[in-house]
């Protein structure tokens, strides 16, 4: 059971790497410039190994993060041990909580559950509360408490309980990809949730928008990463990880 549910987010991954195989060795000495080429090419695809083994690993420890208490208290005393632990708390959890795939390539995880009668359906005006990476470093967040805001007189605290985002799905303001898998969510529930490019943050014109410098240069590398930026770095579809909260439903 459980390297069949492995294999399942796995194995996806392995063949897109293939396609990045170095094929260096039969090539034909080269000049300064044809190594300078091929050293940033390598760069590249060393780059999007490091987004595919990430995106495999993101799954992975969500599913060690929601074992049992039981299986919590288990303690390993060498690697093979801790092995066979780690695998019987993915596999449990798996069967538990497993991942949801949606039509569009979507995907999400329950995070923790929401709770009342009311859930989100089209259309509806809600309260959220996000988190946005890479499948390689954090992009940006509103109120998860990861980003600072001025509170006058050069003061700053973090938006923790402090903002929200307040949108209406359907207006183009979150990624089609996000608001699928709103839908259905009730008011405190919170889910992972994993976006293709191509019903991510191009759908809606790149909303919700990074607010701070940092955050704004991580956006514009993810655009080059996706769109390409030359015959030696085509396009990748690297997907965005999100955690998004429901606050409210309105």
């Not at 995070?111 to 005006?125: H, N």
Request: with cysteine; net charge positive; proline share 7%.
């Amino acid at each position: 059971m459980m390297s069949k549910a492995v294999s399942m987010w796995v194995c996806p991954f392995v063949m897109l790497a293939a396609i990045f195989h170095d094929a260096s060795a039969l090539a034909p000495p080269k000049t300064v410039s044809q190594q300078t080429q091929q050293q940033q090419h390598a760069a590249v695809h060393e780059t999007r190994r490091q987004v595919l083994r990430t995106v495999t690993a993101s799954w992975i420890v969500a599913a060690t993060t929601t074992g049992t208490p039981a299986q919590s208290e288990a303690k390993c005393t060498d690697i093979e041990s801790c092995r066979e632990i780690g695998e019987k708390k993915v596999e449990q959890d798996l069967s538990d909580n497993p991942v949801i795939p949606l039509a569009n390539g979507v995907r999400y995880k329950l995070l923790k559950p929401g709770y009342g009668d009311k859930t989100v359906e089209k259309g509806s005006t809600i309260d959220l509360i996000y988190v946005v990476n890479t499948p390689a470093r954090y992009m940006f967040s509103q109120g998860f408490g990861l980003e600072k805001i001025d509170t006058g007189f050069g003061q700053k605290q973090t938006d923790l309980g402090i903002g929200s985002y307040l949108v209406t799905l359907g207006t183009k303001h979150l990624p089609i990809g996000i608001e699928d898998a709103l839908i259905g969510m009730k008011k405190g529930e919170r889910r992972k949730v994993e976006v293709p490019p191509s019903v991510g943050f191009d759908t809606s014109d790149w909303k919700p928008a990074a607010s701070t410098p940092a955050g704004k240069a991580v956006v514009e590398n993810y655009k080059k990463l996706i769109r390409g930026s030359g015959p030696n770095n085509p396009p990748f579809a690297a997907p965005t990880i999100w955690q998004i909260e429901v606050l409210s439903i309105r």
